[in-house]
């Protein structure tokens, strides 16, 4: 017996990557009009420097499943990018003086070098740098357009505002209140920015969620409630001895309109602060709860408290007086900035009313006993002490009260959302410049088309926190577009956010210079497969979601969702915790690839948990899988090779088990990647079957011809998820040319047969092209199967269509195709 090579990674790895580097695999066709398209897509990397292994999880499933769509014949995209701009890159040249373009490029260079050492089938003609101006100038121009058809606004906001550096600063930057420089207290401060009116679609982006069955529920649960729709009533109050002024309020509970003891403003309400200019009481509360900077959550857990503002409303329906409250526990920004005060019917009202010994009238009980439960009675109910409307249930009195409203002028129904518009504007470098000029008599102008893109300047030198691009002339010294008067750049940048929102469909038309995207981004989209990290489920997603829809209505992308499913990959942990560096439990999959090849690396991370799940390092487990691969190498180098045509009519009952068992592991592992996504029992299956195949390797008078063809089967399906070790066995056991080349196994479906099996011989358009094997009642589904099946006719059917098929029985099939 010839001597069996040693298992070294390090050298088969690379080799197998150049022979597949110079076929030019992993290439996207997009001239082909034949082969099925699919687009498999992993969400891309933010430039840190290193690849962590949620990463390479999430990484190794797009390859796996990309590889495998591939190998059955589909034309597979399946791209990389890097995620360029952000605020690390700003902080490194903060710290160490490195511009953050170069910082950021040379981040790049190290990831692809890690990428590539995974063996991740890439078409990396297509790599995606979203910090270079090929990429975000349409992001500039599609900007524009958005501005155009008036989803984009400016409009204040609050930011985090630093006194001691004089800059605004990122929540990141915030530690404790205070920044994370200069130690000062942070501040909240108004300051124009730019929105996307995504609110517009709220509508559509949540009926849209009901149509994406290929996505998980978690997910689309967490954007319903993120959307939260609250379809109510908008009720007017008027001010008792202020004619025409009036307070609207936005409430889901209109049946309990006749239980409002007072009403509840948020002190940046337009009413309070009128108020407070003239009350230093009132003035003091407002700056205090202001200052607090509330965030909805919280003001929902806050102490409840408030100071009567010195005004009476009255009741819309039954004119009775209401005092007014400016409250901490409102939030100005959600419905009309007001509420009706319902203290027997709403938790937060009831604490309110309680403190400042307000009256708690109870106007709804329960329909289905006479007691009279403990307030707050939160339940819905049937009214009571609530005027014409006693007896109606809620539902029902809701629509009248609502009617009654209406037919006094005094509101109307209404649908309120809880997601908010997209505020884009970040105060800072490292970003997609906003093409937008301001201009002292034209107000803020656009940048004209041709002038795109506005480039950000790279070099540039950090003196503090503050972003050096207000205090660079040569960026903010220009002419108004419209009226040639000097005029001033806008000098904040994208929301990281904005990137990600339509590189999905830039990689289409990635080396389109002329435009956005063009007719590649129809041919490609939707993604077929968008792998990621749950902590997306809802910003990126929804974002991107977002923008979909506003390049459909550009007439730019087909259809209405960007991803038409989408996997959620689960966290890599260690003992028990999120592996990450602020844990000290990272393992470097640098080290690990170094260490066991890449091969062994992705073996354990598909085996140790199915995608979805959380995954536990285990160095047991990453032995395990390399003590597996070097099982195969010996088996292969001892038992593989050419071996004799398999002859099913001659095999014996062990033989014929062994054969069935090949078989049935080609129909399960073709499902557990494909439709099940269950890589973990693909890969037990084919454990089994290697044990199956040294077993029958052991036995004395078994088939050699069986034996090798098992080998090879094994070597395909396992090939995904090992594609080097595989490839560099191939030939060993008998396999021609690349195995990444060879098409994929369709089960030998005669090996199931109860009854016998017969060998037929294939005549292709007149030639004698090979043998299939076929039960004896096979049917014609099975002959198609068997041919599509079986090694060394697969070839002569590529890219040609079966015009005619007739089989004569126990004898000869006899095909006739036509080219497609
Ligand atoms: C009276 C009432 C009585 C309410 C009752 C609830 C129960 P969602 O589902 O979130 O839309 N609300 C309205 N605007 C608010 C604001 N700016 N800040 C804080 N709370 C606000 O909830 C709508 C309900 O939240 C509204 O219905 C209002 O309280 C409160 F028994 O009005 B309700
Ligand atoms: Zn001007």
Redesign the pocket.
């Known amino acids: 017996m010839p001597e069996i090579p040693p298992f070294r990674p390090d050298l088969i790895e690379a080799q197998a990557r150049a022979r597949w580097d110079e076929a030019r695999l992993f290439e996207a066709r997009d001239e082909d009009r034949v082969h099925p398209r699919s687009y498999i897509l992993v969400m891309f990397p933010y430039p840190s420097g290193r690849l962590h292994m949620g990463h390479v999880r999430n990484y190794t499933i797009g390859d796996v499943v990309a590889r495998h769509r591939r190998l059955r014949g589909e034309n597979v995209l399946h791209p990389i990018g890097f995620d360029a701009f952000g605020l690390p890159a700003e902080n490194a040249a903060i710290a160490h003086g490195i511009p953050p373009a170069r910082w950021t490029e040379e981040n790049i260079a190290t990831m692809l070098g890690q990428l590539d050492a995974l063996g991740f089938a890439y078409d990396r003609r297509r790599l995606l740098v979203t910090c270079r101006p090929e990429y975000y100038r349409w992001e500039q121009w599609l900007f524009l357009r958005l501005l155009e058809r008036g989803l984009v606004y400016r409009a204040e906001a609050e930011v985090n505002w630093d006194p001691v550096d004089g800059t605004v600063l990122a929540n990141e930057q915030v530690v404790d209140g205070r920044g994370w420089r200069s130690g000062a207290p942070v501040e909240r401060r108004r300051i124009p920015q730019w929105f996307l009116r995504i609110t517009a679609y709220a509508e559509e982006l949540l009926a849209g969620l009901d149509r994406l069955p290929d996505w998980p529920e978690e997910v689309k649960t967490m954007q319903r409630n993120w959307i939260?729709r609250?379809p109510?009533t908008r009720v007017v109050f008027p001010i008792a001895g202020r004619a025409g002024e009036e307070v609207e309020?936005?409430?889901?509970?209109?049946?309990?309109l006749y239980?409002?003891s007072f009403l509840?403003l948020?002190p940046e309400h337009p009413l309070v602060r009128e108020r407070a200019a003239g009350d230093a009481r009132l003035a003091a509360f407002v700056e205090e709860t202001r200052r607090l900077a509330l965030a909805?959550a919280a003001?929902?857990t806050v102490d409840k408290r408030g100071l009567d503002i010195g005004l009476r409303a009255l009741h819309p329906l039954s004119g009775e007086a209401i005092p007014l409250y400016a409250v901490n526990?409102?939030?100005?920004?959600?419905?009309?900035?007001?509420?009706?005060?319902?203290p027997?019917?709403?938790a937060?009202?009831h604490d309110f009313a309680r403190r400042y010994g307000l009256p708690l009238p109870r106007v709804?009980r329960p329909a289905t006993t006479s007691e009279r439960p403990p307030l707050?009675y939160?339940e819905e109910g049937v009214l009571e002490a609530s005027g014409p409307f006693d007896g109606l249930a809620s539902a029902e009195a809701r629509r009248a009260i609502t009617e009654a409203l209406a037919a006094r002028g005094r509101g109307r129904a209404e649908v309120?959302y809880?997601l908010r518009d997209w505020g884009v504007s970040r105060q800072r470098y490292w970003g997609c410049p906003i093409p937008i000029v301001h201009c002292a008599s034209c107000g803020p102008v656009p940048v004209p088309d041709e002038e795109l893109p506005v480039v950000l300047p790279t070099e540039v030198r950090f003196a503090g926190v503050r972003s050096p691009l207000p205090d660079l002339p040569s960026f903010t010294d220009v002419a108004c577009p419209r009226c040639r008067a000097p005029a001033r750049r806008e000098t904040d940048t994208f929301d990281t956010f904005v990137e990600s929102s339509w590189y999905y469909a830039r990689y289409a038309s990635y080396d389109q210079t002329g435009a956005i995207l063009d007719e590649r981004a129809r041919a490609w989209l939707p993604v077929t497969l968008y792998i990621g990290g749950i902590e997306h489920a809802v910003l990126h997603l929804l974002y991107a979601r977002f923008v979909h829809r506003a390049l459909r209505d550009l007439g730019l992308v087909p259809g209405d969702e960007p991803f038409a499913a989408l996997l959620t990959q689960g966290m890599v942990l260690k003992d028990g915790a999120k592996m990450s560096k602020s844990k000290g439990n990272v393992v470097e999959p640098n080290a690990l690839v170094a260490r066991y090849g890449a091969d062994t690396v992705r073996l354990f991370m598909m085996f140790a948990a199915p995608p979805e799940l959380p995954l536990e390092w285990s160095d047991a487990g990453v032995e395990g899988a390399a003590r597996f691969l070097r099982r195969l190498w010996r088996f292969v180098h001892e038992h593989g090779g050419a071996g004799p045509r398999v002859d099913p009519a001659g095999l014996d009952d062990a033989g014929r088990r062994l054969w069935a068992l090949i078989e049935r592991t080609v129909a399960k592992v073709d499902d557990d990647y494909g439709r099940r996504r269950t890589f973990n029992t693909a890969i037990a299956a084919l454990m089994t079957l290697l044990g199956a195949l040294q077993d029958e390797a052991a036995r004395a008078g078994h088939d050699a011809g069986l034996l090798a063809y098992g080998t090879r089967r094994l070597l395909q399906l396992l090939h995904p998820i090992v594609p080097h070790t595989t490839e560099a066995l191939w030939a060993r056991a008998g396999g021609e040319g690349l195995l990444a080349l060879t098409p994929w196994p369709v089960p030998e479906t005669a090996a199931f047969a109860e009854g016998g099996v017969r060998r037929l011989v294939v005549q292709i358009d007149g030639r004698r092209r090979g043998e299939i094997a076929l039960a004896e009642d096979a049917d014609e589904e099975a002959v198609r199967a068997a041919l599509a099946a079986t090694e060394g006719l697969a070839r002569h059917l590529a890219g040609r269509r079966i015009r005619r098929l007739v089989v004569v029985p126990g004898r000869l099939v006899n095909v006739v195709t036509e080219a497609v």
């Open positions: 939260g609250s109510g309020v936005f409430t889901t509970r209109v049946d309990t239980g409002v509840a948020a909805e003001r929902t526990y409102v939030v100005a920004d959600y419905g009309t900035g007001a509420v009706m005060g319902v027997a019917h709403d937060r009202d709804v707050p939160l309120h809880r």
